[in-house]
T-cell receptor, first 115, second 115 residues
């Protein structure tokens, strides 16, 4: 079975440029999450969606960050303009909806470096 | 708010020795608890989870964890370490107020296995 698919796996961009990270969740999963991992702050939940609707975006750092889920099989996380402090690994994850004990499945991550 | 604390950011064991990674939780309601493993340059993979069934939970790769309410702990153990167990391990607690597994992660413990 295909897992959570993220692209690009690696991105190096210059400060000020727009960055778009993409995610395809596991088919049938109605919950989708974006996490960020850094050495300083560990794993942070940025935003999560249920049935394509954003439920909690309290972890989104600032207005430069935006996330969309136009349909059940695709989500994007956009940073505009990017800054060096945005350098991190961004993980997309998905899970079935209905029970907070459900397993969350993670993608391989998008490694972002902003120079 | 729920949280987990992982004691020890680095643990080193010899191959064949017992692995013990510590996790304590804080929660106002009976929690759902998870252990994830992250190998270098990869995403997170579920090892095991506790969701109010048996307090001793067995996971993949020979790992197990015991939920102890009196100690607010969910420590991860493996009787005999293997070189392939070298990775970073994350304890997490789920927010049970919603219908999705909104996880809050600990800071992680890096396990080193030596010959």
């Amino acid at each position: 079975d295909a897992g959570v698919i993220q692209s690009p796996r690696h991105e190096v961009t210059e400060m000020g440029q727009e960055v778009t990270l993409r995610c395809k969740p596991i088919s049938g999963h109605n919950s989708l999450f974006w996490y960020r991992q850094t050495m300083m702050r560990g794993l942070e939940l940025l935003i999560y969606f249920n049935n394509n609707v954003p439920i909690d975006d309290s972890g989104m750092p600032e207005d430069r960050f935006s996330a969309k889920m136009p349909n059940a099989s695709f989500s994007t996380l956009k940073i505009q303009p990017s800054e060096p402090r945005d350098s991190a690994v961004y993980f997309c994850a998905s899970s079935p909806t209905g029970d907070s004990g459900n397993t969350i499945y993670f993608g391989e991550g998008s490694w972002l470096t902003v120079v | 708010a729920q949280s987990v604390t992982q004691l020890g950011s680095h643990v080193s064991v010899s191959e064949g020795a017992l692995v013990l990674l510590r996790c304590n939780y804080s929660s106002s309601v009976p929690p759902y608890l998870f252990w994830y493993v992250q190998y270098p340059n990869q995403g997170l993979q579920l090892l095991l989870k506790y969701t109010s069934a048996a307090t001793l939970v067995k996971g993949i790769n020979g790992f197990e964890a015991e939920f102890k309410k009196s100690e607010t702990s969910f420590h991860l153990t493996k009787p005999s370490a293997h070189m392939s167990d070298a990775a970073e391990y994350f304890c997490a607690v789920s927010d049970k107020t919603g219908t999705a597994s909104k996880l809050t992660f600990g800071t992680g413990t890096r396990l080193q296995v030596t010959l």
